[in-house]
Structures are given as C-alpha cells and as structure tokens.
C-alpha cells in the first residue's frame, strides 16, 4: 500500500496519470475496539481503545485477502470488511466483542480492480466498495443475520481512478483522482442514481462530510489543499464553500470531521504531520487552529506518512496511520478549541505498512 500511495505522487509530480472509514467491546466498559489494516502483511490488527486516555494496546491479530487497503464495521458491531486491492475481493469477519477478534468467514466475495475503500449506510443494509482498477462503485446487499454480501446489479461508473468514499443520508460521493472530481449518487434500495459530477483540486484522494450532513470536505493530494463545499439537502447536489480551497500540509491523504462536527482533521502524507481546522457553522469554511501557546497551533506533528487519519466516535480523540513509521500516532483533542494534544503512550506500534483505522462505536 505504501507503494500505491508513493507511485501515485512521483507520477503525477511527473505529469502523467494517476494510478492507483455505541457498543462498548472489550473486557470492561472502559475500552473499546478499534482495527488497522496491514497493507504489506495480509493482515488486520485489533486495537483495544482506553475511553479516558486513548491509549491503544494491541490485541489480536486477522488474516485477510492480499494488500487489505481499508476496512469496515457494522453498525450493530458483529460484522467487519476488509477490501483486499491485491486480489479483487471482500473479506467478511465476525467479530468477538470480548476479545476484539475478528474470524474470517469464507469464501471471499469478488470485487472490481484493485478495491480501495469500503462505506456502509447508517442501516448497515448496503456495502459499497470503490474499484479504483476499474472505475467503478460495487454495491452489495448485507444479510442482517449472517453479514454475508450479495452484489446488487452492476457497480456503477465513477470518474477515473476513484480513491475515496463517504455516505451521508441518502447521498454517496466518491473522489476521482485523475478527473479531478467528486461523483456524486443518490442511494435507494442499493442502487445508485447519479447526481452530478463536481469540480475539486489536484488529484482528490479522501472525502468526509460533517454529522449533520450539510458539507463536504476532499483532500486534493497533488495541490495540498481542501476543497469544501456546501450539500443541497434535496438532491445531493455540492456547491462550493465561498471559500472553496483551503491550504493543507503537503499531500493531503485522509480527513475526517470529529462528532460534534465542530473540528476538521487532515492528515498530510509528506509533511508528517496533522492540520486541524475549526468548521463555521453557517457556511462550512475551514479556519486552520491557531494559538498563542507554543506548540498549539496547526499542524501537529505525526509519524512518517500518515496515510490516514480517524475520530474516535467519542469525540475525544483521533488517530493518524502512519504507514512508514509502522505506528499509530493518537491526539487527545481539546473539545473547546479544537487543538490536539498527545495521547497516552502514543505513538502506538501497529505492523508493517497500515493503511486505515476503523473504529468501533
């Protein structure tokens, strides 16, 4: 996975095409469960979480298919994903809230080329899965009794090299790295209507949209910057924010909005580091955190190559993914101001060449 990520940069800096995501687990109700994918091992590693201090502690350890580039959760909890981009499939897990395991249910179900993101719909009745190989969105149909998946119809188009997914309410929108896009559906009965497609920086890879569901964030990759924009609650429909690109690190690769929907988060892969933003409430505008305190301000220093970054469902912390330091990089986050702070015995070591982090409500 490392790999891709890296590819993907020294391609496009030369011009040419791009190629390329409650119930308390755990032994006691002071942690809960969180998962990263090992790209380089085949593998995803449980994570059990400390609900005060955000400590991680490592606690078991899955196989998955070949080069795992993300993961998913059901909402009730019992069920995971894994999309496995080396092989074209999906692996389904159940999962023991005791122990934080995941056991693999075979056999793996097919997906398009080189599977790169997984989302679930707040039901939990639909799993979409983005071929970034082939251009396209797979949808599938989630056995509430077994999470076994059934392809619904045949995956819809996206633009070229789809990196990133997000579902908000009844919308989906995927980035498009080499269209310079975001596409964007409608989402009944597990199928996707399209929308329109939407103007967005340099090579977007990741997309979030805030709890409420009013804005959209992507991170352009090549221009290091966010694009924001405004979500017609009607028809999915993106307008851009009145100011549509804000400066990130360099590289942008991952963002997320934190619960209370107050804060953006970027993790930025070649400036090592973490920049976060206090959202407007009224127009969606990102403001980078600045204070007078030395060390406050944004951005926050993380491990080599945070490929990815995730809020903790609390609202108390967030994690970076940092795929060539091998670790996990936690922040406590200040829930008035937004400023990040580091959290107990971080970094966290987590295996070779993680790629994403999910975790568990």
């Given at each position: 996975?490392?790999?891709?990520?890296l590819?993907?940069?020294?391609?496009?800096?030369?011009?040419?095409?791009?190629?390329?995501?409650?119930?308390?687990?755990?032994?006691?109700?002071?942690?809960?469960?969180?998962?990263?994918?090992?790209?380089?091992?085949?593998?995803?590693?449980?994570?059990?979480?400390?609900n005060?201090?955000?400590?991680?502690?490592?606690?078991?350890?899955?196989?998955?298919?070949?080069?795992?580039?993300?993961f998913?959760?059901?909402?009730?909890?019992?069920?995971?994903y894994?999309?496995?981009?080396?092989?074209?499939?999906?692996s389904?897990?159940?999962?023991?809230?005791?122990?934080?395991?995941?056991?693999?249910?075979l056999?793996?179900?097919?997906?398009?080329?080189n599977?790169?993101?997984l989302?679930?719909?707040?039901?939990?009745s639909?799993?979409?899965?983005?071929?970034?190989?082939?251009?396209?969105?797979?949808?599938?149909?989630?056995?509430?009794?077994?999470?076994?998946?059934?392809?619904?119809?045949?995956?819809?188009?996206?633009?070229?090299?789809?990196?990133?997914?997000?579902?908000?309410?009844?919308?989906?929108y995927?980035?498009?790295?080499?269209?310079?896009?975001?596409s964007?559906?409608t989402?009944?009965?597990?199928v996707?209507?399209?929308?329109g497609?939407?103007?967005?920086?340099?090579?977007?890879?990741a997309?979030?949209?805030?709890?409420?569901?009013?804005?959209?964030?992507?991170?352009n990759?090549?221009?290091?910057?966010?694009?924001?924009?405004?979500?017609?609650?009607?028809?999915?429909?993106?307008?851009?924010q009145?100011?549509?690109?804000?400066?990130?690190?360099?590289?942008p690769?991952?963002?997320?909005?934190?619960?209370?929907?107050?804060?953006?988060?970027?993790?930025?892969?070649s400036?090592?580091?973490v920049?976060g933003?206090?959202?407007?409430?009224?127009?969606?505008?990102?403001?980078?955190i600045?204070?007078?305190?030395?060390?406050?301000?944004?951005?926050?220093?993380?491990?080599?190559?945070?490929?990815?970054?995730?809020?903790?469902?609390?609202?108390?912390?967030?994690?970076?993914?940092?795929?060539?330091?091998?670790?996990?990089t936690?922040?406590k986050?200040?829930?008035?101001?937004?400023?990040?702070?580091?959290a107990?015995?971080?970094p966290?070591?987590?295996?070779t060449?993680?790629?994403?982090?999910?975790?568990?409500?």
């Amino acid at each position: 996975m490392q790999q891709r990520y890296l590819a993907v940069l020294v391609v496009a800096v030369s011009l040419l095409a791009i190629t390329s995501c409650g119930v308390i687990g755990g032994s006691t109700s002071s942690t809960h469960w969180a998962y990263a994918t090992l790209s380089s091992l085949n593998q995803v590693v449980s994570f059990q979480v400390d609900n005060g201090s955000g400590s991680l502690t490592l606690k078991a350890t899955s196989t998955t298919g070949t080069a795992p580039a993300a993961f998913a959760l059901h909402p009730s909890n019992q069920y995971a994903y894994t999309a496995n981009a080396g092989d074209n499939t999906i692996s389904l897990y159940r999962v023991n809230l005791v122990t934080g395991a995941l056991a693999e249910v075979l056999p793996r179900i097919a997906s398009g080329r080189n599977p790169t993101a997984l989302a679930m719909d707040a039901a939990g009745s639909v799993l979409l899965c983005v071929n970034s190989g082939s251009n396209s969105v797979s949808v599938y149909s989630v056995s509430s009794s077994t999470g076994v998946l059934t392809a619904i119809g045949s995956p819809a188009a996206t633009g070229n090299a789809p990196q990133g997914i997000t579902v908000t309410g009844n919308f989906v929108y995927v980035t498009n790295a080499n269209s310079a896009s975001v596409s964007a559906y409608t989402v009944a009965s597990g199928v996707l209507t399209p929308v329109g497609s939407f103007l967005t920086g340099n090579a977007p890879f990741a997309v979030a949209a805030d709890p409420a569901g009013k804005f959209l964030y992507v991170a352009n990759m090549l221009d290091s910057t966010v694009s924001g924009f405004t979500i017609d609650a009607s028809t999915g429909s993106l307008k851009p924010q009145v100011l549509q690109f804000v400066g990130s690190g360099t590289h942008p690769s991952s963002l997320t909005v934190d619960p209370s929907g107050k804060y953006l988060y970027v993790s930025n892969l070649s400036s090592n580091n973490v920049s976060g933003y206090t959202i407007d409430a009224t127009t969606g505008v990102p403001t980078q955190i600045t204070s007078t305190t030395a060390g406050d301000s944004s951005p926050y220093a993380a491990g080599t190559a945070p490929v990815f970054v995730a809020a903790d469902p609390s609202g108390k912390f967030i994690f970076a993914v940092n795929e060539t330091s091998n670790n996990i990089t936690g922040f406590k986050i200040d829930t008035t101001t937004g400023i990040l702070t580091a959290a107990a015995n971080s970094p966290t070591t987590a295996g070779t060449s993680p790629v994403s982090l999910v975790i568990m409500k």
